[in-house]
Nanobody, 122 residues
Framework: QVQLVDSGGGLVQTGGSLRVSCAAS????????MGWYRQAPGKQRELVAV???????NYADSVKGRFTISRDNAKNTVYLQMNSLKPEDTAVYYC????????????????WGQGTQVTVSS
């Protein structure tokens, strides 16, 4: 099994910064894409940013220029640096990794973290 652990959320004022992290562990065979999603109360979960193993990145339009995703492949860890935060960024942020575990190396699936709350006060 592969486990993801999200951390680093918290409460910040408008215009502030936070960094969230997500580490994958367990019986990892390969981790391919890693990304961050968020879900605000009463809304559907949405993509924030994704980074491939090769470093190709996509951002949601709403966070371009403010958020930066990065990863450390050696540590199977992905980071999201969030700057110029706005109240509309308030949500639970979930890490997702797409990859394979040792028991089924030819079966690619998605793994999710438990989520970390980010609250931006106005």
């Amino acid at each position: 099994q592969v486990q993801l652990v999200d951390s680093g959320g918290g409460l910040v004022q408008t215009g502030g910064s936070l960094r969230v992290s997500c580490a994958a562990s367990g019986s990892i065979y390969r981790i391919n894409d890693m990304g961050w999603y968020r879900q605000a109360p009463g809304k559907q979960r949405e993509l924030v940013a994704v980074i491939t193993a090769g470093g190709h990145i996509n951002y949601a339009d709403s966070v371009k220029g403010r958020f930066t995703i990065s990863r450390d492949n050696a540590k199977n860890t992905v980071y999201l640096q969030m700057n110029s935060l706005k109240p509309e960024d308030t949500a639970v942020y979930y890490c997702k990794a797409r990859g394979q575990d040792v028991a089924r190396p030819f079966y690619e699936r998605d793994y999710w973290g438990q989520g970390t709350q980010v609250t931006v006060s106005s």
